[in-house]
């Protein structure tokens, strides 16, 4: 028995390495979820995703699976939270970058925020000219309005990173006016707790990776995401939050047990 025991031990120490570096960080699972009244008519499609961190761990031509799950949703808007680079400086491939971003489609428009990746090894001279060509607006301290085929106003709006940027809820809302619903853009989830009283309906962040390598009982968090590390949140206001687990990695490359995130949401209101 003791034999068999030490047998399967060994088994699983050598297969949960494998799998963390060479199976999970290949993989990619859209999670669907609903906001909002259970009603039949679907009012919203938004799809996110986050952190794809490109780097030599994660190449660009990696995109193509990403892409092909996000048009599959055929969403309404989609939503970059921030990461699209690990470490601009030994990785950068804007050309290809491009290309496979542009290729995402959506009916209403396409936006980004910053995140704090996106600031370092150079990233910042090339993040909003890559994103901006790729068809995304990039939000910075910066909201649009949309107004649906039934005629309600949505905002959307986009907080400048939080550590390495200089972000401004203030300056933020002033774009707001008096929508219908409002979606909050944010790299880091525990500034969603500033957007609290303010009539926002739906905060979405990224950054967390949610741990990366979720260890049960002692999860791995991040700077500003402490507080909120994965999936939806209710805060204090009712507001709904939701912190994508991101689809790429950092500083080790390796996932455990937090499999690559697209995120599809149906708001309805």
Known sequence: MFKKISFFIVIIIIFI????????????HTNHVTIGEDTKNE??????ISDIQVSEAY????????????????PD??????DLFDNYA??????????????????????????????GGGASRVYDYVMSQSGFKVLKNYGQTLTLTNGKKVFIGGLDDSLLGNPSVSDTLSYCGNPDYS?????????ADDFVGTDTQLVLAGHSHGGQIWIPFHPITNTLARKYVRGLY???????????????????HARF????EVTSFDIRF
């Open 234 to 252: 209710t805060l204090s206001d009712g507001t709904k939050l939701y912190v994508n687990t991101g689809l790429g990695t950092t500083s080790i």
């Open 183 to 191: 979606i909050l853009l944010t790299h880091e989830p525990d500034v």
């Open 77 to 82: 808007i989609i939503v970059f939270t921030g």
């Open 59 to 74: 190449g660009s031509d990696r995109l193509d699976k990403i892409v092909t799950r996000v048009n599959s949703e055929n």
């Open 43 to 48: 009012q919203l499609k938004v799809v996110q």
């Open 90 to 119: 030994k990785y950068s491939h804007e050309t290809e970058i491009i290309q496979k971003l542009g290729e995402m489609k959506a009916n209403l428009g396409k936006f980004a925020v910053w995140g704090n990746h996106d600031y």
């Open 17 to 28: 390495p494998i799998y963390s570096f060479a199976i999970e960080p290949f993989l990619v």
């Open 257 to 260: 047990n937090v499999v690559p």
